[in-house]
């Protein structure tokens, strides 16, 4: 098993641009979620999704969209990337047991 | 909206000494997570607790419900122990809502 997956692992983007992070579990789980993580601050949910082709909004949905269109896939998207969303992504899903898995990140930069 | 404080911010100390990492949360939940974020920056999940103590290793988490706290201890502490770890409440289909983290090393 290769649990979750993140793509890509590093991206820099001009203001302005548009891009789409991939998530990937194979543990056919029905929870998945979006984090960012920012220094000095804790991880904050971004959206999240409980099963195929659901979602909804987390603390910080503003300027993301997201889609479940496959139960293993969860995309985030940035439409029109600002400075403020520099920041490592992290997805994560969750089977309903003990335990959260995390993917391995993704750091953005927007210039 | 539940707010989750962590103790210490930062925390050094020395190989073998006994580790204690506090966790406050604001309102009533159904489980609390301990996280250990790695150097390169990843996170593994160490425990999930609803109730009383739970042991694995060299590390043990504790939570009263009552006083809505909990602890994460170390024993033994070895350098590989050096990360940072992250409290969290929530477990239930909308997310978890996560402390900022302690900053652990452990120096030789």
């Known amino acids: 098993n290769a649990g979750v997956t993140q793509t890509p692992k590093f991206r820099v983007l001009k203001t302005g641009q548009s891009m789409t992070l991939l998530c990937a579990q194979d543990m056919n789980h029905e929870y998945m979620y979006w984090y960012r993580q920012d220094p000095g601050m804790g991880l904050r949910l971004i959206h999240y999704s409980v099963g195929e082709g659901t979602t909804a909004k987390g603390e910080v949905p503003d300027g993301y969209n997201v889609s479940r269109l496959k139960k293993q896939n969860f995309l985030l998207g940035l439409e029109s990337a600002a400075p403020s969303q520099t920041s490592v992504y992290f997805c994560a899903s969750f089977g309903g047991g003990e335990t959260q898995y995390f993917g391995p990140g993704t750091r953005l930069l927007v210039l | 909206k539940n707010e989750v404080e962590q103790s210490p911010q930062n925390l050094t100390a020395q190989e073998g000494e006994f580790i204690t990492i506090n966790c406050s949360y604001s309102?009533?939940?159904?489980?609390l997570h301990w996280l250990q974020q790695h150097p390169g920056g990843g996170i593994v999940s160490l425990f999930m607790l609803s109730s009383g103590k739970k042991k694995h290793g060299r590390l043990i988490a504790t939570i009263n419900i009552q006083e809505k706290h909990s602890s994460l201890h170390i024993t033994a502490s070895h350098p590989r122990d050096s990360a940072v770890y992250i409290c969290a409440s929530g477990g239930g289909a909308d997310g978890l809502t996560f402390g900022k983290g302690t900053h652990l090393i452990i120096q030789p």
């Open positions: 309102v009533g939940i159904s489980a």
